[in-house]
C-alpha cells in the first residue's frame, strides 16, 4: 500500500476528476478541507486550501499545487483511456510517449497537479 498527497484548489473538483476518469473510489471525506481516495494498492489524499498541509511553511513559503511529481497509474488500453479523457476536456501536457517499457502520458488534475498514465509493454 502506498500514500501519496496531492495539494488541489478544490476538493470537489478533484474527486470529480479522479473518480470519473481513473476510477477512483472515495474512502472517507473531511468536509470541503480534504479527502482520501483509493485505487488498488494507492491512497491518494487530496488537501485542499483548508486542510492543514496548504499552510504556510515556517519559513513563509505556501505550499502549492502542480510541479512534476506525480503519481503513475497503471492503465490498460492507453489510447481508448487518452481518448475518453481528452472528449472529457482533460489536459494533456503532451502527447503519449512510447519507450522500452511501454507507452505512457502525462495528464493533469483540475490543480496541475501530473498523472502519469501509463501502459506496459505486452511481455511476448
Known amino acids: 500500500m502506498a500514500t501519496a498527497r496531492y495539494l488541489v484548489d478544490d476538493v470537489e473538483a478533484a474527486l470529480a476528476f479522479y473518480t470519473g476518469s481513473l476510477d ?3 474512502r ?7 479527502a482520501i481516495i483509493t485505487r488498488g494498492d494507492l491512497d491518494l489524499w487530496l488537501a ?8 504556510p511553511l515556517a519559513d513563509g513559503r505556501q505550499p502549492e499545487a502542480g510541479g512534476w ?5 497503471n492503465v490498460t488500453d492507453l489510447p481508448a483511456l487518452v481518448d475518453r479523457m481528452m ?7 503532451g502527447p503519449v510517449v512510447n519507450g ?8 493533469e488534475d ?15
Do not use: D
Request: with cysteine; glycine share 12%; net charge positive.
Open 48 to 55: 485542499g486550501p483548508a486542510s492543514s498541509a496548504a499552510r
Open 24 to 26: 477512483f473510489e472515495v
Open 100 to 107: 522500452p517499457g511501454g507507452s505512457q502520458i502525462l495528464c
Open 110 to 124: 483540475p490543480s496541475g497537479n501530473p498523472v502519469e498514465l501509463f501502459e506496459p509493454q505486452s511481455q511476448t
Open 87 to 93: 472528449a472529457a476536456g482533460v489536459i494533456f501536457r
Open 28 to 34: 472517507q471525506r473531511f468536509g470541503p478541507a480534504m
Open 69 to 73: 511529481n506525480r503519481i503513475v497509474l
